[in-house]
Structure formats: structure tokens, C-alpha cells
């Protein structure tokens, strides 16, 4: 198969590509083609969803045709780029000179005796030139080289969870510095004294990576394991709470932006959101409260803030996507995340065994006794005690003392006979409950 | 098990949820019905007529578990009482309800068959004896609401049992009997 000449590029499962560490997406183009017009066995790709990253070239086939396989070409393979000849009468190309193997496959290292020129066609509306002065940047730039020896360490620890090691931490200051890397590169040489107090910014950032990654890994191996035997007491971390907290605010390497993703923006944030809520979504018990999630995910972006009307629009294209969470309003008009796994009858078995606890059977419970239990927001439990209420699982009291919940035995009773107490019900349980207080 | 005077409670008075009113349907339908239930039996033994929604009606405040019914809830079960036959609104604007435990048609019966027991098959009674006199005592006749009496007993005149006369004042109205 001629595709093959192509190494092929993981993605997550909402079909966003999982990236290198350190890498960075710097630019999206839709409906690209790529082709080789010396070699004919070269793979025709056509329309497909070009991504220019830091490391890499990534292309992404159509969303109809989720069949064919992404493939990539690394930065580092590129030899030479053309420059681009204008024309009124084709759509915009670029060429490129890339290195191959003998057998003239592209490898992921992209060392290779042979070369090849590949020619990108863009049918899309998008602005060509913008997008070659991104991808001039990058290939000058040479990233793939500082994170592929920086990276050695950090991800032979991270071994064992090769997609968490993919998305792994740097705090919001990445972000921060980003910008500031973009500014310097325009900015003229004259300034380079100035790089040094960067350099310095750099590398305590690359400090704070490696203790990231030493933290997780140690949350990770479990509480009570002994710490590995690099780390100090000062070390010590705190309760396991905190250590939740501070994984919170685990950076989003490569937050989709505006910029970089231009018109696929929503569509691209939609699938970074459906990947970053699963964690959080577990954490919570497969519901998630729609506020809570937009601090998380502002909080893990750091720099690149969305706005909560983007954080809907992400939300509510997952219908069309085909990602294992889903948006959710409940009839009370309050919007929720909830993972497709989730299901309603788990939570509702759980509010059954809470309704019928002795307690809860004599007095009933509130919205926030159910919260305490379930570890939910009091504003969630309130939603589910409602929706019970609405399967007939449980009812109402609303008095004085306030708005409680009761078992429902309405259903059991006989208006026939008023005094019959069936044997084995709620009723029965309940009569026991009250006697015995 | 909880009693009001001789009355027996069902357990589920003492169910908070039993006094506010459900909004979702099944469930709501099913407090409803033992409402009627509850109210028809209490106000069948108490011998109760008449039910006011602002007066202190026992089985509308639990003392025990301190609740009590909304005015909303109130109309609405009798209301759902009345929408059965089993009660009327006695003013238009829903302050006292007349309870029929038992159904007009069965309180004329009720009334044929004391006039039977008593040999009036052709006989002359006025509507207080009815209600008060020593003919009815221990029957259910005795005390019996005078609305619902003359109810019943215009019923049976429209059957052509009985002929209601009337006397000079409301106190002295008779019927004579055709069975």
C-alpha cells in the first residue's frame, strides 16, 4: 500500500492528534491534498485536514472517511522547502524536498539517503502565505531538537502511561512563554542579551516539568508507596487532596486557539474539550457541572482563555462527533457533562440505598445530605433527587422545616384498603423505621 | 397505630410527603385517591357533613410529625372528591364542601327502606321526625345533614315515592309517603 510511505500519526479518541511533548500546534489548514508529482506510486491524499505543529506535519483525513489512516511527516525529514510560484489559475502548492529510505518511505526519524519532493495543494479558502511564513518558522526553529534531548529523561520515567506522558504538564507559564519565544523570533538580533534572562526563564520552566512529572508519577504509584529515593523530605507532599488540586491545574500543552485553528476552531476545541473532560468526568462520578468544567479548562489552558459561549458551541458540536461524552440539560434548564458511559440508573441505585437507610426513612433527606453522600455539587444532588422524583422514586416534603426527600411509597399503597401493609415493602420498612424511633 | 378520638390512622399519616401536595402525575394521582379515601371513612364514622377548608378539620393537620395541608392541597382533594360525586361544593367560592359518604341515590334508598321498617308505606312524616325523631334513632338517618336529606328526598318525589307538602315555615315541611 502506498500510504504506508507515510508514518502513521496517533490520535486520541475523539480525534484530536496526540502530540509529542513540547510540541505545539502552530497552524490548521482544511481540504489540503498531498502528492508527489515525481514519484506516481507517492500517496494521493486528498482534502485532508493539514495540521502544522512544531515537530510535524500532520494530516488528517476527512471526517467521512475515518477509514483511511492520519499519517505525518516530521519536520526534521524536511531538506528543503521551494519557494512558491502564484498562480491565478490553480489553487495555491507548496513544495518541499524530504529525505526518504531507500525504498522511499518517509521514516519518523526522517534520516534517509534518498529525497523526494512533495507538493501540498490547498483548495481551501485559507491564506497560503500566512501559513508558509508558520511553516518556515517552524522548520527554522528546530524544536523537535531541544525537546528530543531534553525530553530522554522525562519520558523514560513516563513510560508506563505513554498518553498521559503525551499530554504531560507544563504549567500555564508554558503558555506565557510561548508568547514570549514568538515576540523574541520577530524581534530584532540586536536584542540577544536579552535571551539569556529567557534562556534562564526556560530552563527553571524545565525544572518545573521534571518536578511535575516526579509528582505525578508518585500520586500515580499510590499514597502509601514509599518515595522514590531521589526526593527529600521537603519533598513530602501534602494530603492526596491537594495533590488532586494541583493535578488540576495541569497545563494544556497546545491549547487550541483562534489563531492556529481559524475556522476549525470550535470543531478542534470541541475534541480537545471531549479529551481533557474525561478525567475530571471520572473524578466527579460521570456527571460534570458545566461551570466547573469552564474553570478547569481555562485553569489547564492557563494563557489562551475561552469564553463560556465557546465552551457551548465546543460542547454541544460533540453530538456530531463521535466522542464518549455527551452535554446534558436537565429540565430545570441547568446544563451538565456527562460521560455516555454514565447512566442514570447507577445514581439512582445509589439514592436508593441512601432513601432507605433508617436516618433518611424517619426524616427524610435534603439536597445536601444527598450531596455529602453521593460527592456532588449541592446543585447536581438537587437535579437527581428530581429526576428520581420524576421516575416515582422518591417524593417530596416541603414544610417549614424545608424542601426534603422520602422514599416513595406512594405507588404500594391500596386507596381500597387504607390499612393494608403489604409484606416486603418500602411501606413496611418504612412503618418499621418510625416504630423503632 | 395512631388515632384521632376512636378513629384509626392509617400508617401513612404520619409520612411527611403525604401532606404536600406531588407534582409528578402518578404519584399525585395516588395521594389523591387515598385522600378520598381517607377523608370519605373518617367523615363516614364521625358522622362529618361538612368540611370547611379554613376551619380546623382533624385529618388536615398532624400534630404528631407537624404538618399540615395547604389550601391548595385541601381543594384539591376535595375536589377530586367532588369531580367523583362524592361531594359538593356547597358556595362558590370553595370554602365548605358537603361530603357524601354516602351517594344520594343510596341515602334515598336508605330512607325507603327505614319508611319500610316502619310501616309509613303510606304514611305522613315531616323532615325533622326524619332527622331527629325516635322513629330513626340508631339508624344512619339520625343527625343526618338536612341539605343531603332534602336532596334525597327530592329524589325520591321525582321517582313518585313520596310527596313533599310544605308547611308554613321551613320547620314544618312533611312528606307523605307512596311506596
Known amino acids: ?39 506516481p506510486s507517492f500517496p494521493h491524499l486528498k482534502s485532508f485536514l493539514l495540521i502544522l505543529t512544531t515537530h510535524r506535519l500532520l494530516l488528517l483525513p476527512p471526517p467521512q472517511t ?11 525529514s524536511i531538506q528543503q522547502i521551494f519557494s512558491t510560484k502564484k498562480s491565478m489559475f490553480h489553487s495555491p502548492r507548496i513544495r518541499f524536498q524530504v529525505s526518504t529510505t531507500p525504498e522511499g518511505k518517509v ?73 514570549e519565544q514568538e515576540m523574541w523570533e520577530s524581534t530584532d538580533k540586536t536584542l540577544q542579551d536579552a535571551f539569556q534572562d529567557l534562556n534562564a526563564l526556560m530552563s527553571k520552566a524545565k525544572e518545573m516539568v521534571t518536578l511535575a512529572e516526579k509528582m505525578r508519577l508518585k500520586l500515580l504509584s499510590g499514597s502509601n508507596s514509599q518515595p522514590t529515593s531521589g526526593t527529600s523530605n521537603d519533598d513530602e507532599m501534602g494530603t492526596k487532596e491537594e495533590m488532586q488540586d494541583w493535578l488540576l491545574s495541569v497545563g494544556i500543552v497546545s491549547p487550541v486557539t483562534k489563531e492556529s485553528a481559524g475556522a476549525l476552531y470550535h470543531q478542534q476545541l470541541s475534541r480537545q474539550l471531549a479529551d481533557f473532560v474525561k478525567k475530571p468526568l471520572e473524578r466527579a462520578g460521570g456527571m460534570i457541572n458545566m461551570i466547573d468544567i469552564y474553570c478547569l479548562f481555562n485553569r489547564a489552558r492557563g494563557t489562551e482563555l475561552i469564553s463560556p459561549d465557546d465552551l457551548l458551541q465546543a460542547c454541544s458540536l460533540w453530538e456530531k462527533f463521535d466522542v464518549s461524552v455527551m452535554l446534558r440539560k436537565f429540565d430545570s434548564g441547568v446544563m451538565v457533562i456527562q460521560s455516555k458511559t454514565h447512566s442514570d440508573d447507577e445514581i439512582f441505585g445509589r439514592i436508593r440505598s441512601l432513601m432507605m437507610k433508617t436516618e433518611a426513612l424517619v426524616n427524610g433527606i435534603s439536597a445536601s445530605d444527598a450531596a455529602m453522600t453521593l460527592g456532588v455539587a449541592p446543585a447536581m444532588a438537587k437535579e437527581y433527587l428530581l429526576a428520581a422524583e420524576g421516575k416515582g422514586l422518591v417524593c417530596r416534603d416541603v414544610s417549614p422545616d424545608g424542601f426534603r426527600f422520602y422514599i416513595n411509597f406512594f405507588l404500594e399503597l391500596d386507596p381500597q384498603n387504607i390499612y393494608l401493609v403489604k409484606d416486603h415493602s418500602r411501606y413496611s420498612t418504612w412503618i418499621r423505621a418510625i416504630s423503632s424511633r | 397505630m395512631q388515632t384521632l378520638g376512636e378513629f384509626k390512622l392509617p400508617h401513612f399519616f404520619n409520612y411527611p410527603p403525604y401532606f404536600t401536595l406531588q407534582p409528578v402525575r402518578d404519584t399525585r394521582e395516588k395521594q389523591i385517591q387515598l385522600w378520598k379515601e381517607l377523608i370519605l371513612d373518617y ?32 381543594e384539591a382533594f376535595l375536589s377530586a372528591l367532588v369531580s367523583e360525586g362524592r361531594a359538593e361544593w356547597l358556595d362558590k367560592g370553595r370554602r365548605k364542601c358537603l361530603i357524601l359518604w354516602h351517594r344520594i341515590q343510596d341515602w334515598a334508598d336508605l330512607i325507603l327502606s327505614f319508611a319500610r321498617d316502619n310501616g309509613l308505606e303510606d304514611g305522613v312524616m315531616t323532615v325533622d321526625e326524619i332527622r331527629s325523631g325516635i322513629e330513626s334513632r340508631g339508624t344512619e338517618l339520625h343527625g343526618m345533614e338536612r341539605t343531603i336529606l332534602m336532596r334525597a328526598l327530592k329524589h325520591l318525589e321525582h321517582k313518585g315515592k313520596l310527596a313533599i307538602f310544605k308547611g308554613t315555615s321551613a320547620d314544618d315541611e312533611g312528606v307523605k309517603f307512596s311506596i
Open chain 1, 107 to 179: 521514516s519518523e526519524s526522517g534520516r534517509g539517503s534518498k529525497s523526494v519532493v512533495i507538493t501540498l495543494v490547498m483548495r481551501g479558502k485559507t491564506d497560503p502565505d500566512s501559513f508558509i511564513v508558520k511553516f518556515w518558522d517552524s522548520w527554522r526553529k528546530r524544536d523537535w531538537e531541544a525537546s528530543g534531548s531534553g525530553s530522554g529523561a522525562g519520558s523514560g520515567s513516563g513510560e508506563g502511561s505513554s498518553s498521559l506522558a503525551v499530554r504531560m504538564p507544563v504549567v500555564g507559564l508554558s503558555g506565557i512563554l510561548r508568547k
Open chain 1, 66 to 76: 475515518t477509514t483511511d489512516p492520519s499519517r505525518f511527516i516530521p519536520l526534521s
Open chain 1, 1 to 39: 500500500m502506498a500510504g504506508d510511505l507515510l508514518p502513521a500519526a496517533e490520535l486520541t479518541e475523539s480525534g484530536r492528534p496526540v502530540l509529542y511533548s513540547g510540541e505545539v500546534e502552530c497552524s490548521l489548514l482544511s481540504a489540503v491534498d498531498l502528492l508527489s508529482e515525481e514519484v
Open chain 2, 43 to 74: 367523615c363516614r364514622t364521625q358522622k362529618i357533613f361538612i368540611v370547611g377548608l379554613d376551619e380546623d378539620f382533624p385529618l388536615f393537620t398532624n400534630a404528631v410529625i407537624e404538618r399540615s395541608l395547604s389550601h391548595e392541597a385541601r
